[in-house]
């Protein structure tokens, strides 16, 4: 982007700012920052309201899943750089035998080779085969409790498990996905097959001492290495002695008309995270967090993890009233991150850190392929056509977007939909969007000649008379990206124009093919490709396959690669995903954008940023010191 468009959107922005100073400035919640001089963080975020439910598994929009993680655990949490799980509510792991003898190597890792050689005969098995699984081995923090005091136990992980499980007593599709690799499987609120086992419920009789009773147990998953990645990471752990006397088949967990206890369990939530709901501080623009100071991590030298005693989220309905209130300290950080143009707002701020990182997520255009029969049309017949969708995906300039849409600050994005971060997977053969664009433009215009070479005034092409013409369904925070789309495809004849998706477009549109294109954020990891792999481009009910791509070569692939336990060889499978992915030009990558963030160093010094993230995290909370009470 030119340095004068640049300082002609800056200028826009600064006299937006200028325009709500009166709004900001009349709020109660912006005045409390700058006299409360204990160790409170305040912390900006952008939306249209707050929750009004903390049972953690009704919403996964919005600010809900930060809440969630900081007053819930799961059992781990995964490290993108290390490939390992961290441990949180569980602090060890392994594969057994399925006596329960541990396939650990001398260190205590995992011996993916000897994974491999035991269950190298369950794989000849069908997948309804109750024979068929692995056994995970899991133990507990000992000294893990819930905020009223109660010890964690394996009974709440069955528990939490179990009802994932059970759709009668949860009501939620989501869990039923989150345990769906799980080998413990209800039909109609009846058990048909057990996959959980503690000192109380050991029918295989695996090792579990008296003294483990409490937090040893073993789960029997299927034959696949990602088959524990949703279990581990996804599933945030409920205690059994609060949720189950409120909940029945008539009155599951997840209910639009909860009982009077339910909904009180909903506003009241009693967790095992690192901080706690200070209900009566806690609104419809706030949310309060209170330290949870019995919580079982800590730092090495056993002192509190976390170095922030109390979380104040404050709510703001507009991006540029939320700048404005950092700008002028009504707050110290912002849960989001701002367009990268708005950093420049900030340059000559003293007590302002602006924080740029690396984004394992990119931006891909999306194309409707393979419609519903009532929702085909003249115009997405062409889209099933591969050669036409190259030619799409030639005329699209990373490069450019990068520039033009975010002021440089990202990076291309390889057509294999794999980051070349993910070393370990990534497969650079896969990525055939480059080289000269002049040529890829070139090329894309003789493919489409083959479909029409008619074209109107302004140098679109038509079909039977009619414009060329495609919807991209997204919403309005993506109108630059379009817009500029629009300028790169007209190149080749194709006119492009941004729809408004609303406010659940996976319900509205997306899930019933309503749609020509959408932009869809897309990563995949090691720990995430063999249940995201199906989810992008195998299912289709309700998955993230929103253009319905049915190819049965590719499904096998991915389904090889699912159940393959040699690691290297898995590996390599997914490096040759890559190619037939790139290949397909269904989900066609635009770039991936550096999150920018800010934070105030008036208050709290010490904001850390890992990839992907903004400078409000869980490894700020613990890094930061607070300086409030020096002044």
Same mark, same amino acid.
């Given at each position: ?18 325009? $709500? ?14 006299? =409360?001089?204990? &160790? ?51 602090? @060890? ?5 399925? @006596? ?20 190298? @005969?369950?794989?000849?098995?069908? !997948? ?6 692995? *056994? ?11 905020? !009223? ?5 394996? &009974? ?5 498990? =179990? ?21 413990? /499987? ?23 001492? %008296? ?12 034959? *696949? ?28 967990? &997840? ?28 609104? +419809? ?18 002192? /509190? ?29 912002? =849960? ?8 420049? $707002?900030? @340059? ?50 990373? %490069? ?6 975010? !002021? #440089?600050? #990202? ?16 497969? %650079? ?33 038509? $079909? ?10 997204? &919403? ?29 477009? %996976? ?43 049915? +190819? ?30 790139? +290949? $397909? ?45 020096? /002044?």
């Amino acid at each position: 982007m030119s340095k004068n468009k640049l300082i002609k959107r800056v200028c826009a922005v600064m006299l937006a700012l200028s325009c $709500l100073l009166a709004s900001v400035g009349c709020s109660a919640n912006n005045a409390q920052r700058r006299t =409360d001089t204990t &160790n409170t963080m305040y912390v900006g975020y952008i939306g249209t309201s707050f929750p009004t439910s903390y049972m953690p598994w009704q919403s996964r929009d919005g600010i809900a899943p930060t809440v969630s993680s900081m007053i819930y655990s799961t059992l781990f949490s995964y490290n993108d750089i290390t490939g390992e799980y961290d441990p949180l509510l569980a602090d @060890e792991w392994c594969y057994t035998d399925k @006596e329960g003898n541990p396939l650990t190597t001398a260190d205590g890792g995992v011996d993916y080779d000897r994974v491999a050689q035991t269950y190298s @005969e369950e794989q000849s098995l069908p !997948d309804t085969n109750k024979k068929k699984y692995m *056994v995970v081995r899991i133990k507990l923090n000992e000294n893990a409790k819930w905020t !009223d005091g109660t010890p964690v136990t394996v &009974n709440d992980v069955f528990f939490s498990f =179990d009802l994932c499980a059970n759709n009668k007593l949860s009501n939620h599709a989501g869990a039923l996905a989150w345990v769906s690799d799980l080998k413990h /499987k209800y039909d109609n609120g009846i058990l048909k097959q057990t996959g959980i086992y503690t000192y109380d419920n050991n029918t295989p009789g695996y090792p579990i001492s %008296e003294d483990e009773k409490d937090t040893v147990m073993y789960l029997h998953v299927n034959t *696949v290495m990602g088959a524990i990645a949703s279990l581990f990471t996804t599933v945030l752990i409920l205690p059994q002695h609060i949720w189950q006397s409120a909940i029945s088949s008539d009155m599951p967990i &997840n209910s639009t008309t909860p009982s009077e206890e339910l909904n009180y369990l909903y506003q009241h939530p009693v967790g095992c995270g690192p901080y706690k709901l200070d209900r009566d501080n806690t609104n +419809n623009a706030m949310i309060t967090l209170v330290r949870n100071d019995d919580y079982f991590l800590t730092k090495e030298d056993g002192s /509190k993890l976390y170095n922030v005693e109390k979380i104040k989220f404050i709510l703001y309905q507009d991006q540029n009233v939320a700048i404005f209130a950092i700008k002028k300290g009504y707050i110290d950080v912002l =849960d989001a991150s701002i367009p990268a143009n708005y950093a420049t $707002l900030f @340059e000559k701020e003293k007590n302002i850190s602006v924080l740029s990182v690396g984004n394992t997520y990119a931006k891909s255009l999306v194309m409707n392929i393979n419609p519903v029969e009532n929702q085909k049309n003249s115009t997405r017949d062409l889209l099933s056509n591969v050669d036409f969708r190259r030619a799409i995906a030639l005329a699209i300039n990373q %490069e450019e977007l990068i520039d033009d849409v975010l !002021d #440089g600050a #990202g990076t291309t994005y390889p057509a294999g939909l794999v980051s070349s971060s993910m070393t370990a997977i990534y497969n %650079e053969e896969a990525n055939i969007l480059t080289g000269d664009y002049e040529q890829r433009l070139a090329e894309a215009n003789a493919i489409l000649d083959k479909y029409s070479t008619e074209k109107d005034e302004l140098g679109y092409r038509l $079909l039977n008379g009619k414009r060329i013409s495609f919807d991209i369904l997204t &919403n309005p925070g993506d109108q630059d990206c379009v817009s500029f789309l629009q300028v790169q495809l007209q190149k080749i004849g194709i006119e492009v124009k941004f729809a408004a998706a609303g406010n659940s477009p %996976e319900n509205t549109y997306l899930y019933h093919s309503k749609f020509d294109m959408t932009l869809q954020g897309i990563t995949f990891s090691t720990s995430t490709v063999d249940i995201m792999f199906n989810s992008h481009f195998v299912n289709l009910n309700k998955s993230s396959n929103y253009g319905r791509l049915i +190819n049965d070569e590719l499904a096998a692939k991915i389904n090889v690669m699912r159940n393959t336990l040699n690691l290297d060889e898995k590996y390599q499978l997914i490096k040759d995903i890559q190619v037939d992915l790139a +290949n $397909l030009y269904y989900k066609v990558p635009l770039f991936s954008s550096n999150v920018t963030s800010v934070a105030r160093t008036d208050r709290f010094t010490g904001f850390v940023a890992d990839e992907s993230q903004t400078a409000f995290n869980l490894s700020s909370l613990q890094n930061v010191e607070f300086i409030g009470d020096k /002044k």
